[in-house]
Structures are given as structure tokens and as C-alpha cells.
């Protein structure tokens, strides 16, 4: 079974700094994927970023990066430059490689503050 | 609009009740997943098709709950004799074919069972 544990309920950056979203994760499988998707009140969840496990090199879209430490089963997400927009609720999530069922964690609330 | 597309938005039922929700997945996606997100949690898997073929349903999908796919295209979600637990955003999303891509959700329906 795979679980996600986002440890943070809530969190807040002030806009233009630098905020870092936690989350662990834990999987027997040797291939997966991991997921940040991004939910803003009342509207869609959106993929913000996707990291396959078996590359090493972070990935990185635009403002948005992650820290991945597959050892310690790690996978991180940070904003640079937050702005009004990134206000959300923020989900890791864990997929397979044979399906895209995911797993999801319980999410953390990201608050931006102008 | 060519995003997934779920029906209705809201739905507020009595208790006992049966109801049925609807999913339309991007035309071209082969895979439809569906999830329950209660209040403050992330999204929890209920079932999974390929085409028109349930490969997977999830052990938190009761006898109360059926999910079809007929053709291959729109899916629907029917729950009968409904109860409060079963209050909860019912999420809808395809994915396209290939390894683990990118699964791309639906506005979901909120159903409230008084």
C-alpha cells in the first residue's frame, strides 16, 4: 500500500518570498511517480508539478521546484516569488507506473498574504 | 470546453434516496478514475476504467455504490438508499494513454444528503 503524509494543515508566505510544502511518502514499489496538484477554492484540481522517481535531477516548472530525497522518502515543493494566485490547497500525491490511480495526502492550505 | 465536464454541481438529497452523477472525460482520454474528497482531506480513490472496462474498484465502494462506463466515453456513478456519510465532492478524471501522464480533473459534484 502507498501512503502520503503532508505534515502542515496550513501555511502562510508573504507575496514575493519563498514558501516550501512538505510532504513524506511511502511505497514498496520500485517506480513511481510523485504529484503536487494545486485546488483553489471552488474551482478544479491542477497539476503543478510531476517528478518520475527514477530520475535524480529535481524538476522544476517556472516558479515552482521540488527536493526530492527518494532515500528518505521525501518529496517537497517550493514557490519562489509566491503571488496572490498560489493561494490554494495544495495536495502530494503518489502514483504507479501500471495505472494513475493516486494517492493522495490530506493537503496543506497555502494563504498568500499582500 | 474541452475539460472534463461533471453533472450536476451540487446535488443535496435525502437520506435514502438514490442518485446518480454524470462524467464527461476529455474525448481522446482512454482511462477515468473516480474519487471522494471529504471536508479537509485529500481525494480517495473509488474506481478506475479503461476504455469501457472497471479494472479496479476500491474496498470504500459499498455494494450501495455501481459505476458504468458504457461506451468507453461518459461514466456515471450512481449511490443508492444514500446516507450521511455519503456526504462528500465526488471527483471525476481522465487521463490519456501512456505511462502515468497527467490526470486532469473535473469541477467534481458536491453531494449533501440531509
Known amino acids: 500500500a502507498q501512503t502520503v503524509t503532508q505534515s502542515q494543515p496550513e501555511m502562510s508566505v508573504q507575496e514575493a518570498e519563498t514558501v516550501t510544502l512538505s510532504c513524506t511518502y511511502d511505497t514498496s514499489e520500485s517506480d513511481y511517480y510523485l504529484f503536487w496538484y494545486k485546488q483553489p477554492p471552488s474551482r478544479q484540481m491542477i497539476l503543478v508539478i510531476r517528478q518520475e522517481a527514477y530520475k535524480q535531477q529535481n524538476a522544476t516548472e517556472n516558479r515552482f521546484s521540488v527536493n526530492f530525497q527518494k532515500a528518505a522518502k521525501s518529496f517537497s515543493l517550493k514557490i519562489s516569488d509566491s503571488q496572490l494566485g498560489d493561494a490554494a490547497m495544495y495536495f502530494c500525491?503518489?502514483?504507479?507506473?501500471?495505472?494513475?490511480?493516486?494517492?493522495f495526502g490530506a493537503g496543506t492550505i497555502l494563504r498568500v498574504k499582500s | 470546453d474541452t475539460g472534463v465536464s461533471q453533472d450536476p454541481r451540487h446535488k443535496i438529497t435525502k437520506r435514502g434516496q438514490n442518485v446518480t452523477f454524470r462524467c464527461d472525460p476529455i474525448s481522446e482520454h482512454n482511462r477515468l478514475y473516480w474519487y471522494r474528497q471529504t471536508l479537509g482531506q485529500g481525494p480517495e480513490f473509488l474506481t478506475y476504467f479503461q476504455n469501457e472496462a472497471q479494472l479496479e474498484k476500491s474496498r470504500l465502494l459499498s455494494d450501495r455504490f455501481s459505476a458504468e462506463r458504457p461506451k468507453g466515453s461518459f461514466s456515471t456513478l450512481e449511490i443508492q438508499r444514500t446516507e450521511q456519510g455519503d456526504s462528500a465532492m465526488y471527483l471525476c478524471?481522465?487521463?490519456?494513454?501512456?505511462?502515468?501522464?497527467?490526470?486532469?480533473f473535473g469541477q467534481g459534484t458536491r453531494l449533501t444528503v440531509v
Open positions: 478524471a481522465s487521463v490519456p494513454q501512456g505511462t502515468n501522464t497527467e490526470a486532469f
Open positions: 500525491a503518489i502514483g504507479g507506473v501500471g495505472g494513475n490511480k493516486l494517492v
